[in-house]
């Protein structure tokens, strides 16, 4: 039988407006939910789509930490942008934070809409090394 533990608070993690969990582990596995830049109020910062990022990043780092996973457990990232144009200044970002040799599995696409007409949003896996 697996265990399973829902995040729905903790430190450094948005007070989200949504019913959501943050992340929901299960065994060794962490799946997190769609990060936005939102801030600790839960409220949505608009910015530029490299401000938005790091803080969708943030909180997707949040989560992991509240969860007891580290960003090396990473395994997959899911990036939605409301403009496939932002992909070289998120490139950028997403090598910054995970380096050559490290980099989980990635997919990236374009949504018609993000919730709060945001520009990214970050979702993903981290699985924990149990040898």
């Excluded at 990473?74 to 409301?82: G, L, N, T």
């Excluded at 070289?88 to 997403?94: A, F, H, R, V």
Aim: contains cysteine.
């Amino acid at each position: 039988m697996s265990e399973k533990k829902y995040i729905t608070t903790g430190e450094g993690l948005p007070n989200w407006p949504n019913p959501i969990s943050h992340a929901v582990v299960v065994n060794n596995m962490c799946f997190v939910s769609g990060q936005l830049a939102v801030d600790p109020n839960g409220d949505y910062v608009s910015g530029t789509v490299l401000e938005e990022g790091k803080l969708a990043f943030s909180n997707f780092f949040a989560a992991l930490k509240n969860a007891g996973f580290t960003k090396n457990d990473v395994v997959f990232i899911d990036i939605a942008f409301d403009d496939l144009k932002y992909l070289p200044e998120i490139n950028k970002l997403y090598i910054a934070l995970f380096p050559e040799g490290k980099r989980p599995a990635r997919t990236i696409y374009q949504a018609e809409a993000l919730p709060f007409g945001g520009k990214i949003k970050i979702t993903g896996t981290a699985v924990k090394d149990l040898s």
